[in-house]
C-alpha cells in the first residue's frame, strides 16, 4: 500500500514542529505522530529519511525536555539552508558526472565517424572544420550558419 504524499508531508511537519517547540516536548511519541498523521509505526519506520530525522528531533527534544537547549530559528535557518546547498551541490555533482559521460560518448562517436570517413577516403580534418556552426537567434529557435563555399 502507498502513502500519499500528503500524509508524508504531515508526519515530517509534526517533527519540524516538535524541532520548533510548536508543539510541547511532552507530546512527543509514536501515538502522537501516528494519530495526527494517520500512518502506522512500522509503515513511519520502514521509511529510513524519515527514521533518521525521527531520531535526530528526538535528541532535540530531549535537550529541550532537559533545559539544555532551546528552538533558535536562526541557527535553524542556517542549518536549512546549509542542506539545501548540500543537496544543490549533489545535484550538480550529479549532472557534471552524466554531462561528462555523454561528453566522452560523443568524442568517441566523432572518432568513429573520423576512422569511418577515412576508410571511405574523406579527411575528417575537412569534415570537422567545415561542419555547420549552431548558435542561438535572439528570439527562441535555432539557426544553422552554414560554411561558405568561397575560399
Partial sequence: MTIPA???????SILQQFERQLIPPSFF????????????????????????????????????????????????LKAARDRDRD???EMLKAQVEELTRQLNRERERVLYAS??????????AEFLDESPVFRKPAKGGSVVKLPSKEG
Wanted: aromatic share 14%.
Fill in 87 to 89: 543537496h544543490q551541490i
Fill in 29 to 76: 511519541g509514536w501515538k502522537f505522530i501516528t494519530e495526527k498523521c494517520g500512518v502506522s509505526k512500522p509503515t513511519l519506520w520502514r521509511n529510513k529519511e524519515f527514521e533518521r530525522e525521527f531520531q535526530r528531533i528526538k535528541e532535540v527534544v530531549k535537550s529541550y525536555v532537559r533545559g539544555e537547549k532551546h528552538f533558535d530559528q536562526e541557527i535553524s
Fill in 115 to 124: 576512422m569511418i570517413a577515412r576508410r571511405k577516403n574523406i579527411d575528417p
Fill in 6 to 12: 500528503e500524509q508524508w508531508d504531515k508526519a515530517f
